[in-house]
């Protein structure tokens, strides 16, 4: 049994690894931190984890996280880069859902995300936890950098296209057009989440510039090997949980014949949570909902010169914790599914 | 393996048992039938089984049910009457999620449902099954009536207020003010259920005489022995599941004294699927979304001679699916709670 | 054209005022006033009021609002009872929406407000703003306190049955089951509100005592010239805006042949904002989306000796800025009924 | 005062002229006509109307519109080519909510409508009901053929850009990713539309191909004077009204130095309906809730070649009964913001 500890668990991140870390055969969690929170019960915060799970909040100042074999970090960005380095040092593996380690470049990090990087001899080893894409090298890491929500979704809908070894289509100019639930914004008192604004609404946001975009353009830049250049405009969807990518990208003159239903069907074909759809399918979020999986759907409108990619996930499951438990059963040679089986409660 | 079959399983009952059974470790769905999708590959329609169930929709007329251990009826009222009957003769037990065999007095079901009971002969022999109330029965019944959605949440809310060999509140005027997303109403094509007429809105139905009524004061008088006054008017909330059913019973003087915290707990001290909260909480759908549990609290506002008792159920789980998996696991002597250990997915 | 101060316009009531009169013909703000907000245009803050109002918010201690003709208070309780006197001896009338002048005893108001009173003497001018009950002396009046959304929705659906000289229900023991969107609990960011904590969910709250009970037994009380009984229970839709009561009385053996639903048309026949629905009506909130207007339906099921009597409104308009309008159009010899004709926007 | 016909008065278009109309100061519905519901009391179908409108849906067999100025067609595809004719013979002017004079070219109307067109001799006369495009022909019309929802914010939305003599951006690759509420598919009872299976869900839908491209495409061209290509993809949003449209087109190098929020800030100065935003503004669907403005913001992420245009509206007015109230303002020669005024009701 796979001894978890869960640092900063009151967010949306937090209570979903509590849910799926609670239903796994394999692991249990037994510490979670929380600053403000010290000895409250966790399912007097989350009652739905009544009767599931008889733990409670410790302060972090008090806990001792070195006997966990592995330590999830649900907190904001900074917080892992902090505690890692000791909990490495005691031989604890540490899966980060924040962005502390999921970019490489430190000065890049720091541009985006405002602070100064306080790990980054640790950035090299850290492993980014795409297990589509990265599989072999989270099986033997100490330290996953999760990705995030958004950037999953880009990654994994625009990687069979980029992992050919040449171009397919116009890497310069990608566009990714993303649709999220609310709740990937977290758990925080927010004027603009509240239902009153945010329900029977629609918005973009961050059109300026969002932080997964750095992560995004490193990510595929790694899978195609060529630098991309990629919009991405988020948008605010008044639902709970789901994030839809809808992906445009110009086909190549040399492309033009390429089957790419057949590409990403065979791109995908062995991967446990990545379902290419039937040609024609416009893939719902709701068939993901409180699921670990990813599905995708290829269109070109008119049999033009556009493919048209979509791509649902759970942002809280697939997006997050989902994914973070598919690392870590691969870090400690699990079955990857081990679980994560949840079937999307649809409707 | 218990082999279940599933008659009329396009609706929202018939899709969560696809859903519960395909995540069943001792149970397996080997036919489901449907008149009008014969042939259709069930996933297709319900794209959260892809991967997970291999089956196709089969025409009634073309399938013999009679190998299954059990059939499950997710149909309009009406069907399992008809076809109950074979089935019991071929061995094979019978879950019936409509109303057929709910109602013990056939003239009172055919008041309220306006048609014929054409099986009346099995009303003496069909067992009603709440688990919590029926349980021994269940575990030795060939049939099976399911409870509806509302009585489920109204029966265990007022019970331990009716077990009690003597009347503790006036039983003549008690008051069901129950609330219901829209999945209770099945899944139709109905101008009333659209988002666009029935979100961002609120209202009462049903209001001169739903038929969950009778069901429901034939119930509470087989609880209490004693035969009951009860209001109960039904709301459409504009959420997909769940049910909260806020009950008031008028306390009789001489039990003004009465700890009703403690007699919950107490009543349902041993119960896998009701929780009875801490004094003082306000029970959230949410908090049993998608999972079989039902949570209970208790409250005498200014401790007056009211009783105010809040009851909340996913009404497409306890309410229906997951109910009857519940007894189907007493009826097959397997742990009750086998297959619906889910956690509520929240948020 | 009256001159129209605001205190406090930065929530939903203060935004819903904004909104009215902007469209209102003989009525303009000419000053709203926000302690954090000074400087900022209005329409920065509310986008639906671009090129509809050239406005700033301004600090208040900056702000004379006694060249106004009117003043209302969307404040928190508490800060028209401190700046009330003065306005009042300048000249200006006051109508406050927050509860310092909806309850008549000091003593009460103190203990379900949790602060002192700081002018009683006020108390006895005051008028409580609901038309339908106190039209002559809101006319003639300095100073109104308005009801709040729940008491307007009780008290107009209750005031039939207790205005008829003698009772004609249990009126000790009255129910109000009352569901509200969220906008009721204003614009502030709690988590309770967030849209991934309240859609697709349904609860209870304030069971133990909600502040509008006093306000609504004391409007009770003075349309019967008896004392009443109310239980009365909240609970939050995830909706934006809109109130459904559904209220229970138990009706006396001498009122058995009473026909109610002549005593609520005639009670209503003259009231613009009122109406009184067809019997077998199930109102819908969206029908009085964003207007003044209130729908009643009286029900008593299966002729029994229950009314059910279902009542909406929307509370940010009959419950709150529209209902403020109504009053200063009496205060001001306008016809009732201007600035307050939108129609409901449905769907 | 203008007499208004309504042709087809049970869907959302038609309600929504009734909303407007009936709030109009110089325009009245003297009859309205439905093949199902001939007798039956507008109101009594629309609550939200009791008490403003009283008028009875009539038969169109037994109804005589000639009588009236105008005729509204708020019907399926196909009704309005059939009666135009006569009704434009009796002197009666013609305004289509439908798309049978929105497309030129008879064979591309064929094409994606699937019937035939029986009144081609009148598609050069028919105007398209765009007034920031075609005012001076709107003014002088017979028959106009308003434009579907989606079109109008696409069309508005690039129209600054492709007006300009000479062409700014790649205007053989503009995508449109388009979001819309389900009010947009129309008041018909279908399972998709279901709050239960719409809600707390997104999707795409229309991805090879929806019927509002070759509208858009012409109109898109007849702005530029130079054929366009268009990708555009419609989505589900689980809210009833509003349409963001979020438009994407490549700058071309000679246009790097253009100050596009300039362009169209100064291409809609005097545009009623046309908001365009502060530079950095997202708009948001209910800023123009029920209403009938159209708001803009301009990005250009990372000062890159992308430039982002994010459109919203509401589908219901400004993207149907709104727009062509406008347009029979214009052609009666009221003043064009007649009846239009509402402020959107937010939140």
């Not at 000895?39 to 007097?44: F, Q, R, T, Y």
């Not at 902090?82 to 490489?104: C, E």
């Not at 809908?157 to 990608?174: C, I, K, R, T």
């Not at 991405?232 to 014949?257: C, K, N, Q, S, W």
Request: glycine residues 10%; charged residues 20%.
């Amino acid at each position: 049994m796979i001894k978890v500890g869960i640092v900063g668990g009151t967010g949306y991140t937090g209570s979903e690894l509590l849910r799926l870390i609670a239903q796994h055969p394999g692991a249990q969690v037994v510490a979670i931190t929380s600053r403000n929170e010290d000895g409250l019960e966790v399912a007097k915060m989350f009652p739905a984890l009544r009767g599931r799970l008889n733990l409670k909040f410790s302060d972090p100042a008090k806990t001792s996280l070195a006997d966990c074999d592995v330590v999830f970090f649900a907190t904001p960005h900074g917080v892992a880069m902090a505690q890692a380095p000791a909990l490495l040092a005691a031989g604890v593996r540490v899966i980060d859902l924040a962005a502390d380690f999921r970019i490489k470049d430190a000065a890049v990090f720091e541009k985006w995300y405002g602070m100064a990087h306080s790990a980054q001899d640790l950035l090299g080893e850290a492993v980014y936890g795409l297990p589509e894409v990265n599989r072999a090298a989270i099986r033997t890491a100490r330290l996953v950098g999760m990705p995030g929500c958004y950037p999953t979704a880009m990654q994994l809908g625009f990687a069979p296209l980029l992992a050919q070894g040449h171009a397919l289509v116009d890497e310069s100019h990608l566009i990714a057009d993303c649709k999220s639930g609310v709740s990937g914004a977290g758990r925080k008192a927010e004027l603009g989440l509240l239902l009153a604004e945010a329900s029977d609404n629609f918005k973009a946001y961050g059109v300026a510039g969002h932080r997964h975009l750095p992560e995004t353009t490193q990510g595929l830049g790694a899978i195609s090997g060529r630098s991309v250049g990629l919009n991405f405009v988020p948008h605010l969807v008044p639902m709970i949980r789901g994030i839809l990518g809808t992906l445009y990208a110009r086909i190549l003159p040399e492309a033009m014949d390429v089957d790419f239903q057949t590409l990403y069907e065979r791109h995908y074909h062995d991967e446990p949570f990545v379902d290419v759809m039937p040609a024609g399918s416009t893939p719902e979020t709701r068939s993901v909902r409180a699921s670990n999986m990813l599905r995708i759907a290829v269109h070109r409108p008119g049999a033009g010169d556009t493919l048209v990619v979509l791509v649902v996930e759970d942002n809280l499951v697939k997006g997050a914790a989902g994914q973070a438990v598919q690392c870590m059963n691969l870090m400690f040679g699990l079955a990857e599914t081990s679980g994560l089986e949840q079937i999307a409660a649809s409707p």
